[in-house]
């Protein structure tokens, strides 16, 4: 499971780092999403989903 | 199926937690269906989750333009477009620019970082609970100055202003205030946010329109976006601390999951409760969605509260169980728009409410639940008032 994320459609609601914080983060200056771990391991993949399912931009895939 | 012409909006006597029941028939019989406007508009309403998440991720196709739209409470006639500094009314690239720099302001972490202050203004505003009552009315001694104060500090309003900024905030709320009252509050709210942003570009602090000072934003910009973070990160989360502690009073039982777990417990409170009940978008150009075809130029209502109580996706939609995992509810919208306050309003609810109940675990009515004034026919729905005692 990788991470794709997509920092122009993402608008920094935080959802992915409220979700899975240990995966996501928010960046400091415009808040949107950075990828703290880009092949996250299988205890992580149920956060994950829930974050890309969630995520309000579309921002989010996994590849 | 003939338009619907009544978009319903009274809710059953006795269950005033719940959305007017005939939309959950409407959801069944059809998640999006004709809807008259009621200033004649002929375009649609969307009961279904799936639909309602649809239109509002659709920003190519769906625009939030306030002059584009229909407002589908209640007959206002033609809609000016969004006042400079407000972020809903409007769409990319102006809505872009303006969320980034925003966005930024209000991260999980950032939010996260408030949580120190956000409880010990709420142990405070519970001591002079405490020392004035019982009786006292939840709304005014706490719902409301706790958020007021926690956006104080967070936009970087001088302490001295502080009650100044908080009495035309209450009244831009609408809490027991006139529309006159509410506009002249906003005209007042202006005046004092201009003069702000003059002080901020003189010296610049480390708060949030400290920050945008440094930014290339006019002063109109500065002042509108000072203005609309207040509107809409007050009447909110004010509305969902005194709802969300009636709802409490009415299942005693759940107090002890939220007190558990406060984060899962306020999901599930936003997502029963839907304050922001209806939201609206306008077709930009010819869409074919759930087996219908939307025209370009019309509008389409977002019953969110319909949408948060959509049994095809949350089982027992009408059960408030503050054990269930309610994450990809509709409360703070979805797409775009979807609240940029949204961390913020998350760490008060999962402050304030715990707090509340743990200080005064036996709080309670002091009137009968059908005698507390419902916010029926407003945007944003809530209490006007909540009487309550303890001891």
């Not at chain 2, 406007?37 to 969307?46: A, I, K, Q």
């Not at chain 2, 202050?117 to 409301?144: C, K, N, W």
């Not at chain 2, 004010?238 to 558990?260: C, D, K, R, S, Y």
């Not at chain 2, 409410?353 to 729905?381: I, N, Q, S, T, W």
Request: hydrophobic share 45%; proline share 7%; aromatic share 6%.
């Amino acid at each position: 499971m990788r991470i794709v994320a997509d920092r122009e459609r993402c608008v920094g609601a935080g959802m992915c780092a409220l979700l899975a914080a240990e995966v996501f983060d928010q960046a400091e200056e415009d808040g949107l999403v950075t990828v703290l771990l880009p092949e996250p391991g299988p205890a992580a993949e149920a956060a994950v989903r829930r974050a890309v399912r969630t995520c309000p931009s579309g921002a989010l895939g996994l590849a | 199926m003939n338009p619907l012409t009544d978009l319903p909006s009274t809710r059953a006597a006795g269950c005033p937690f719940d959305p007017p029941p005939e939309l959950a028939a409407i959801r069944e019989e059809a998640p999006i269906r004709r809807f008259r406007f009621p200033d004649g508009h002929l375009g649609w309403l969307v009961t279904g989750h799936e639909l309602a998440r649809a239109v509002a991720a659709d920003h190519t196709r769906f625009s939030s333009r306030y002059e584009l739209m229909h407002y589908p409470l209640a007959d206002l006639g033609p809609m000016p477009p969004a006042p400079v500094g407000d972020l809903t009314g409007i769409d990319a690239p102006e809505h872009t620019r303006y969320r980034k720099l925003l966005a930024g302001k209000f991260t999980v972490r950032r939010m996260n970082q408030l949580a120190e202050r956000v409880e010990e203004i709420t142990a405070e505003h519970l001591d002079a609970m405490g020392r004035l009552g019982p009786p006292a009315d939840l709304v005014s001694a706490f719902a409301q100055p706790v958020p007021a104060l926690v956006i104080c500090e967070l936009l970087g309003v001088p302490y001295a202003d502080r009650e100044t900024f908080q009495r035309h905030a209450v009244a831009l709320s609408g809490i027991g205030a006139t529309v006159e009252e509410q506009s002249a509050a906003f005209g007042a709210l202006q005046d004092y946010l201009r003069r702000l942003v003059e002080a901020k570009r003189a010296t610049p602090g480390d708060d949030v329109l400290g920050d945008l000072a440094g930014s290339d934003l006019s002063d109109e910009e500065l002042a509108g976006i000072g203005a609309f973070l207040l509107g809409a990160g007050l009447d909110t989360t004010a509305n969902m601390i005194a709802l969300g502690a009636f709802a409490l009073f009415t299942w005693p039982e759940q107090v002890e999951a939220l007190l558990a777990d406060p984060a899962r417990g306020v999901e599930e409170l936003l997502r029963y409760l839907t304050i922001a009940h209806t939201g609206a978008r306008s077709a930009v150009e010819d869409v074919e969605l759930g087996g219908v075809r939307i025209a370009a130029g019309e509008s389409v209502a977002l019953s969110m509260q319909a949408a948060n109580r959509d049994p095809a996706r949350f089982a027992d939609p009408d059960r408030l169980d503050l054990r269930r995992e309610a994450t990809g509810h509709l409360a703070f919208g979805h797409g775009v728009h979807q609240c940029l306050g949204q961390q913020l309003a998350r760490i008060e609810l999962r402050i304030a409410l715990p707090a509340l109940f743990r200080r005064l675990p036996d709080l309670r009515l002091a009137v009968p639940a059908a005698e507390v004034p419902m916010r029926d026919g407003m945007d944003v729905y809530g209490v006007h008032r909540l009487p309550v005692r303890w001891g």
